[in-house]
């Protein structure tokens, strides 16, 4: 294990939870945080202060994990009070996508019910998942919400349902999932969308490889439905995107990097989890871990060195500017390498994850009561508007929790981690053969 000079990956994430606990507002139904308790400047994301993208789902996440850690019971009440807002407040809920709404809602208050064994949370997020089956919508070719076939839409939606089922016992959920991923299947790319549609930032003809708004987080999905119920329809349909991820990406060596977008962003590479390399190497990963296809891992392999040989964390290059969250920083390159290494046991996965987390938690923000938060432009194109975020994919709550993850893989502790539904690698961070204590 690694000498760490200052602080440690577990006292990192507690420093971060006073900052978080700093924006923290009790009312007669719970706990809820301002996004950016900061009076220096706004948040990073606009939008649902319930969500589990920036708002209060995602940020009882890390409060479970980090009571998990510590075994500290206050962090556990820190989770209860806000999750048990959310089951009063979800029928106010409109969106019904994973990390902006409902969906993400329910897959938050199953696992606190699941981690603390609260009934009325199983229920609240029963109820809540029920409201997402009733709200499908009957399109030309096939069953859905939001039209669009990515993980930022239907998508996510259909994971969240999936995990539903197993977690809730609900079989009828996992009936709605397969139904609706149907229809995502029978797209000739699946996933490729034209710009636009919400994604302000990019030109209106721009198809988008990635993985939130794009063809690698929708072939994971059809891979993993391929997973469930082994219809040759959804591997066929995970192929047909991962071809045009293949065919779109830069490979030199043993290296693979993937455009953000196509045609106008082709020599920019993203390096994160939403529109860049660690979140298409969730797609490849997934698709060996049905198959079994030596290929897939292969492609795994290049994303991870294109990664490591990238210069990070030591430059900044376009594809990873000065943003360190779990959506397109640093704390997302923390969780791929974590993953890789339980997934593959290979050292130099962990030591570069290590590298990682030494840099982030040199660049917090500290000396004063307020806790640990990390300043950054989370907007690539807006590198004025610099925010201290504490919610889960843009700010403190996901950085705290890829710290924790590191934590256990690290430390060999066998403690379940909390990996949302399109996270394909082992949810105990250590690889079997070291918990067996055999050489790795």
């Given at each position: 294990m690694s000498a760490w000079p200052r602080e440690t990956p577990v006292t990192a994430a507690v420093t971060a939870a006073r900052w978080v606990r700093s924006a923290a507002i009790d009312d007669e139904l719970g706990r809820r945080w301002r996004a950016n308790p900061d009076p220096r400047g706004k948040s990073a994301a606009a939008g649902d202060g319930?969500?589990?993208?920036?708002?209060?789902?995602?940020?009882?996440?890390?409060?479970?994990?980090?009571?998990?850690?510590?075994?500290?019971?206050?962090?556990?009440?820190?989770?209860?009070?806000?999750a048990r807002r959310l089951a009063a407040t979800w029928p106010e809920q409109h969106d019904p996508t994973f990390y902006h709404g409902l969906a993400g809602t329910v897959f938050v208050m199953a696992e606190t019910g699941w981690a603390t064994g609260d009934e009325e949370l199983f229920g609240a997020a029963r109820a809540a998942a029920d409201r997402l089956v009733r709200a499908v919508r009957r399109f030309d070719d096939g069953i859905g919400w939001t039209g669009d076939p990515a993980q930022r839409g239907d998508g996510g939606i259909v994971l969240a349902l999936l995990h539903a089922a197993g977690v809730l016992g609900v079989p009828a959920y996992e009936e709605v999932a397969i139904e609706a991923g149907e229809r995502i299947a029978g797209l000739a790319v699946p996933g490729h969308r034209f710009g636009g549609d919400g994604c302000s930032d990019l030109p209106v003809d721009a198809v988008?490889?990635?993985?939130?708004?794009?063809?690698?987080?929708?072939?994971?999905?059809?891979?993993?439905?391929?997973?469930?119920?082994?219809?040759?329809?959804f591997l066929a349909a995970a192929r047909r995107g991962a071809d045009f991820v293949r065919t779109v990406s830069v490979v030199t060596d043993r290296c693979a990097l993937v455009p953000h977008h196509l045609p106008q962003g082709r020599r920019l590479h993203y390096l994160g989890f939403c529109s860049g390399s660690a979140g298409v190497a969730r797609m490849f990963h997934e698709l060996h871990r049905v198959t079994g296809d030596p290929g897939d891992l292969d492609w795994v392999e290049r994303l991870a060195?294109?990664?490591?040989?990238?210069?990070?964390?030591?430059?900044?290059?376009?594809?990873?500017?000065?943003?360190?969250?779990?959506?397109?920083?640093?704390?997302?390159?923390?969780?791929?390498?974590?993953?890789?290494?339980?997934?593959?046991?290979?050292?130099?996965?962990?030591?570069?994850?290590?590298?990682?987390a030494a840099d982030l938690i040199g660049r917090a923000t500290a000396g004063d009561e307020a806790g640990f938060r990390w300043y950054q432009a989370y907007r690539r194109l807006r590198p004025g508007e610099v925010t201290a975020d504490t919610g889960y994919m843009v700010g403190a709550a996901g950085i705290g929790t890829a710290l924790l993850h590191l934590d256990a893989a690290e430390r060999a502790v066998p403690r379940r981690s909390i990996l949302l539904p399109d996270n394909p690698f082992p949810a105990i961070p250590i690889p079997a053969a070291v918990l067996r204590g055999e050489q790795a």
């Open positions: 319930s969500s589990l993208y920036a708002g209060a789902a995602g940020i009882v996440l890390f409060f479970l994990e980090l009571a998990a850690a510590t075994g500290h019971e206050a962090y556990l009440e820190d989770a209860l009070a806000g988008t490889p990635g993985f939130l708004p794009g063809t690698a987080g929708t072939a994971f999905l059809l891979a993993r439905l391929y997973g469930v119920t082994r219809d040759e329809r060195h294109g990664i490591m040989q990238s210069g990070v964390p030591g430059s900044r290059p376009p594809g990873h500017w000065d943003v360190a969250c779990l959506c397109c920083g640093t704390a997302g390159l923390i969780e791929c390498f974590v993953g890789l290494y339980a997934a593959t046991g290979r050292e130099p996965y962990l030591g570069f994850a290590r590298a990682l």
